[in-house]
């Protein structure tokens, strides 16, 4: 049976577009930056090659660079901190909040420094950021704001829609997401100077480059052709998306929100399981909807001996694998070697409390049906170990 992620919609159809060249007029690439501005009520949307390389982009184009400090969460994977060493600033880490598991705004202002110059914070699990109260912290100051929802789409924040509050948004498009290609970004904003920089920047530095136009594809204006016709007026790597990508990704985006829906009906089985356990779920703040990336619960399990005890006596049982938090991003051993351990450990006591409990479960069942076969079998897991039955 062909896999319904891939396949469902019109990915095929829109594949053989490309390899007809009937997308010559209507590029694809245009199109899914088109749909993002629609559904997320931005003026500019910038599809790339990878949400990494959003971010890159999106600290280049904020200016961002040696002798400058970028303030980001260790509770996330290294690309967050990684992409501001990549442009010759350092990394600042803030603490999460314990209930949402995001980036707390009061351990930004903390960190906040006449250094600072951008400010990566990041919706994880599918729960979007507390973005107003970190707006509030740059009023008046050159600081730029990049929220990561990298694993977030569809959701709400105070019962409005993510993605517009922020300087930069940007989502991932990764083998894993909601959306998936494979691999693939995008990047959006409302000020037309940074969207001009971010979209020369990653489309290496050619002048004709706009805000809102990759002009990058397709039929190529006669002008462009002259040989005294000079392309250059950045310098920029070639971050751009591809056409084949871009029509998978766009015949997704029409099934959007049937593919978040069904990640949250699977989160209402979870909650049935978890209800009234020593487990405890990623708080979901009033006004605020997840769309479940993974569902995260802190487990009663300080020790990992008995993480794993856990987790084997479920594998015993039948039950599908789940995950444990990758390490703060200060405990990797790149950063342990370049002295930020040494800096940052016991500094951001709540990431490190909730990292080594987290157990995060699939959500991307591709059935219903599916996910609860194997979340009855989670069931059995966790009466067994309330009742001290593990093995």
């Not at 409302?190 to 002048?207: C, Q, S, V």
């Amino acid at each position: 049976m062909p896999d319904p992620k891939w396949t469902s919609g019109n990915e095929l159809k829109y594949l053989r577009e490309v390899l007809s060249n009937e997308h010559k007029k209507n590029p694809f690439t245009d199109r899914l930056e088109n749909s993002f501005c629609d559904l997320y009520d931005t003026k500019y949307a910038i599809a790339m090659n990878s949400a990494t390389s959003a971010i890159h982009t999106a600290l280049v184009a904020a200016g961002v660079g040696p002798g400058d400090e970028v303030i980001t969460t260790p509770y996330t994977v290294l690309v967050d901190s990684s992409m501001a060493m990549i442009v010759g600033a350092t990394p600042v880490f803030a603490d999460i909040d314990y209930n949402t598991h995001n980036i707390d705004p009061k351990s930004i202002a903390e960190r906040i420094t006449d250094k600072t110059k951008a400010i990566i914070a990041v919706s994880y699990h599918g729960l979007p950021v507390d973005i107003d109260p970190i707006m509030d912290l740059v009023k008046g100051t050159d600081i730029v704001v990049i929220e990561d929802n990298a694993q977030t789409q569809c959701v709400l924040y105070k019962n409005r829609n993510i993605g517009n509050t922020a300087h930069f948004s940007l989502w991932s498009f990764e083998r894993t997401k909601h959306l998936s290609t494979g691999e693939g970004g995008m990047l959006c904003t409302n000020d037309e100077n940074l969207a001009i920089e971010a979209r020369k920047f990653a489309g290496m530095g050619f002048k004709n480059l706009t805000a809102g136009k990759s002009k990058m594809v397709a039929i190529t204006p006669r002008d462009f052709q002259r040989p005294d016709y000079t392309r250059h007026d950045r310098i920029g790597l070639n971050y751009r998306y591809n056409e084949f990508c871009a029509a998978v990704a766009l015949a997704q985006f029409e099934r959007l929100e049937e593919i978040v829906n069904l990640r949250q009906e699977i989160a209402k089985l979870y909650d049935d399981v978890f209800r009234g356990t020593d487990f405890e779920p990623q708080l979901v703040p009033k006004g605020s909807t997840n769309a479940y990336f993974t569902y995260c619960v802190k487990s009663p399990f300080d020790k990992t001996e008995d993480w794993l005890a856990f987790y084997n006596h479920h594998e015993f049982l039948g039950g599908d694998d789940f995950y444990g938090m990758m390490q703060p991003s200060y405990l990797e051993p790149v950063m342990v070697k370049l002295g930020y351990s040494e800096k940052y450990a016991g500094k951001c006591p709540v990431t490190e409390n909730v990292q080594r409990r987290s157990m995060l479960f699939k959500t991307n069942y591709r059935t219903i049906d599916e996910a609860r076969h194997y979340i009855n079998i989670l069931k059995m897991s966790l009466d067994d170990y309330a009742s001290g039955k593990l093995n």
